[in-house]
Structures are given as C-alpha cells and as structure tokens.
C-alpha cells in the first residue's frame, strides 16, 4: 500500500516550517553582518614630516634660502621701480606743502606758455631781414612795365 509510510502529525510539520523560516532569516542576518574585506579600514597613510626652516624645498636649497633669495628679488624690483618712476615718500609736512607748491607753479608756467604767441608774431628781430609777401608774377604786358618802372623808382631813390 501506498500508506505504509509513516506520516507526521500537521502541528510538526507545521513547527518545523517555522523553525527553517526562523533559521534562514538568522542566516541572512548573521552573513549581512559579516565585514567584506575590500571595506575593512585599512592603516591611515603616513603624515609628512613638518615644514621647518631646514626642509629641503628644490635644487638642495633649504627653505629659508629660498625665502631669503625670493625676498631679495623682490627687493630689488621694488628698488628699480621706485628709482625709474622715482617714487619718494616726503617725510615731513614742509617737503610736502614745498612739493605742492612747486607743482602748482610748474602747472601756472604751462598755462601762461600756451597763451603767448610765438615771437615771430610779437616783434621784429633787429637785424634780421624782413621777410616781404612775394607777389605773384604777371604775364601781362602792363604787369611788366609796372614792374620796370618799380625798378627805376627804387634805383633813382
């Protein structure tokens, strides 16, 4: 007979499905905490020695010559510069109310220098020859005898 195996009562059956739900969920739990080892920390990297005074920067030079030859470029650029545009701090009120003042005439010098008119127009300059408007050539007949007589005029005066 098909029946001669022996059967389980429904109240284990149904304990045991319990109990492999129940232990399967442990399982997934327990391996969910399990750390993956590409994630596990790992040592910190080494910190960098300090930045002192005797730290090689570049080209063997410690850091204080480096500091020291910049600071002597950029010394000297401000030197050149200041001598080039000269570039004068005043130190006292009087060089600076002198400076003021001297500006202020060099300034009224200018302005007066464009209102005069060139010498040429103000005077005649003893000695020089005088400067006649030249007249333009007549090819006339009559133009030719004025000019004849004009001649004669100021060979008999």
Known sequence: MATDRPTCPPSVLLLSAAVAVLLSHYILDVASQIPDPELLPTDPPPKPDPLTTETVVFWGLRLWQVVGIFSMFVLAIVITLCCIFKC??????????????????????????????????????????????????????????DEKEKKKKKSKG
């Open 88 to 145: 004068r701090i005043p130190r006292t009120k009087k060089e600076i109310e002198a400076r003021h003042a001297q500006r202020q005439a060099a300034k009224t010098y200018a302005d007066t220098l464009e209102t005069v008119p060139p010498l040429s127009e103000l005077t005649e300059i003893p000695g020089s020859a005088k400067i006649e408007p030249e007249e333009e050539e007549v090819d006339t007949v009559a133009g030719k005898v």
